[in-house]
Nanobody, 121 residues
C-alpha cells in the first residue's frame, strides 16, 4: 500500500556530512508525520527527528544543532541533513511515515528498509 525508498547513507569521517532521503509512494490518501529513527548495534531504536504535515519539527537532544529534517509535501519526501557527524551517530537509519490508507480508518506507520550510516576515521 505504501512503499518507502531510502537513500543517502554511507561512510563518512567525523565532522563530515550526509543527507538522507526517503520517498513515499503507493495508495494513500494523506501523509501525516514523517520521521527518521536509528538503531545502533545492541541498542533500541530511537527517534532522531520528525516533522508534522504542518512543518513543526522535533529532535532528539543529541542531534540538535547538527541535524535538520525537512519535507516536500508535493513529492511525499522527507530529508535528513546531518552535519558535524560523530562516531556515536553510527547506526542504521530508518524512515517512518504515517499514512492514511483507504480502509484503515487511521494513520498507520510504514517503515523504510533502513540505510547504514557509519562515522569513522
Amino acid at each position: 500500500q505504501v512503499q518507502l525508498v531510502e537513500s543517502g547513507g554511507g561512510l563518512v569521517q567525523p565532522g563530515g556530512s550526509l543527507r538522507l532521503s526517503c520517498a513515499a509512494s503507493g495508495s494513500f490518501l494523506s501523509i501525516g508525520d514523517m520521521g527518521w529513527f536509528r538503531q545502533a548495534p545492541g541498542k533500541q531504536r530511537e527517534l532522531v527527528a520528525d516533522t508534522s504535515s504542518g512543518g513543526s519539527t522535533n529532535y532528539v537532544d543529541s542531534v540538535k544543532g547538527r541535524f535538520t529534517i525537512s519535507r516536500d509535501n508535493a513529492k511525499n519526501t522527507v530529508l535528513l541533513q546531518m552535519n558535524g557527524l560523530k562516531p556515536e551517530d553510527t547506526a542504521v537509519y530508518y524512515c517512518r511515515v504515517l499514512a492514511w490508507v483507504v480502509g484503515n480508518g487511521k494513520f498507520t506507520p510504514y517503515w523504510g528498509q533502513g540505510t547504514q550510516v557509519t562515522v569513522s576515521s
